[in-house]
Structures are given as C-alpha cells and as structure tokens.
T-cell receptor, first 109, second 114 residues
Framework: GQNIDQPTEMTATEGAIVQINCTYQ??????LFWYQQHAGEAPTFLSY????GLEEKGRFSSFLSRSKGYSYLLLKELQMKDSASYLC??????????FGAGTTVTVRA | IAGITQAPTSQILAAGRRMTLRCTQD?????MYWYRQDLGLGLRLIHY???????GKGEVPDGYSVSRANTDDFPLTLASAVPSQTSVYFC?????????????FGPGTRLTVL
C-alpha cells in the first residue's frame, strides 16, 4: 500500500513562514501534488512537482526530493485566509493519487 | 462555466437503502474520480474512469459501483448502504488520466447512513 505522512496540525502567526513536510513511500512515482482545503469546501490545487527542486508560485513554494521520498510546502507571509488543511498527494505507477491525511494550519493574529 | 457539480449536497439515509450520488462536469475532461474523505484518513479513491465507457477500482471500492455512459456524468451508487459509508464524497475530474494534469474537485456530498 501507499504510505504518505504529514503532520496533523501546525500553528503560526500572521506574517510568518510555515513549512509543511510530507514523506512518502509509494509503488512508483509520477508526481507529487499539494492541495489546499478550507473547512467544508473542496480541495483546490496549489502545486505540482515531478522533478527534484523548488517550484515557486507567489507566496507558496513546493520542494521535492525523489531520492529521499520527501516534499515540503512553504507558505510565506502568512495571512488569516491561509488557515486551512493542506493535503500532500502522490501519483503512483498506475497514475492514481494517494493522499496524506492532511495538515491543518491555523494562523493566529 | 460551472466546473463540477454534485448532488445532493447532503443526505441522511437509512441503512440498507440504495443511493446514487450524482456528478457532472462541463469541462470535457476525459478522466473522472470518486473519493471519500474521513477524519484522520484523508481522501481515498473509490473508483475512477479513464474515459467514457471505462471504469476502474480504487483503494476502497467495496460496496460501491460506478458507470460512465458519457463524458460528462459519473454517478456513484451504494447498492445497500451501511453506517461505515457515512462520509463526505468528492467527485473530481482531470483532462487526462496520465501526465501532469491537475484534478479538479466538486463541492462534495455529505452522506450519513443511520
């Protein structure tokens, strides 16, 4: 089976930086996705990594190391609206997505 | 453009009843998916469809069936609901099943089986 681990909860202050780690052990690898999900809403796409390195998109960046089975999502200049769950998902050899349980980020004023 | 719509928004169902959750997309995406989301477990794939006319099993297919008669619709049926099927169900779609295509999610259906 697939194993994707990420912390359950993180708390940070408005304006700060938070790094959400994700480690994975899956049957093959065809890309890693990060999604944001606000309470009671659908997940929405944030980023995609398939090659090693950092992908930057505004305040959000995502990093991948395939040899270490590791990724992180970096959220900079935190805003209250960033309070949400962040889901790490890995696409396996069969192109199916397996999701981690999600990391709930709470931004405090 | 509506994207992906799901119906109903929520439903309370007696155990043993049959229930179909509806999912429609207007993006002409080839691939569609059904997930369930439970607290502490994250999203789990129930069934998927690469393209109209084909379906496949995901991680937790037991107790569920799907059909893909056309590109736009991908209904999920619970033949005889059980309390363990209480969950939030999300339908998703992507342009292709393979490649770097992002999956877009519908608003979800909250199902309670008593």
């Amino acid at each position: 089976g697939q194993n994707i681990d990420q912390p359950t909860e993180m708390t940070a202050t408005e304006g700060a930086i938070v790094q959400i780690n994700c480690t994975y052990q899956t049957s093959g690898f065809n890309g890693l996705f990060w999604y944001q999900q606000h309470a009671g809403e659908a997940p929405t796409f944030l980023s995609y990594n398939v090659l090693d390195g950092l992908e930057e998109k505004g305040r959000f960046s995502s990093f991948l190391s395939r040899s270490k089975g590791y990724s992180y999502l970096l959220l900079k200049e935190l805003q209250m609206k960033d309070s949400a769950s962040y889901l790490c998902a890995v696409r396996d050899n069969d192109y199916k997505l397996s999701f981690g349980a999600g990391t709930t980020v709470t931004v405090r004023a | 453009i509506a994207g992906i719509t799901q119906a109903p928004t929520s439903q309370i169902l007696a155990a043993g009843r049959r229930m179909t959750l509806r999912c429609t997309q207007d993006m002409r995406h080839n691939a569609m998916y059904w997930y369930r989301q439970d607290l502490g477990l994250g999203l789990r794939l129930i069934h998927y469809s690469n393209t109209a006319g084909t379906t496949g099993k995901g991680e937790v297919p037991d107790g569920y069936s799907v059909s893909r008669a056309n590109t736009d619709d991908f209904p999920l049926t619970l033949a005889s609901a059980v309390p363990s099927q209480t969950s939030v169900y999300f339908c998703a779609s992507s342009e292709k099943f393979t490649g770097a295509d992002t999956q877009y999610f519908g608003p979800g259906t909250r199902l309670t089986v008593l």
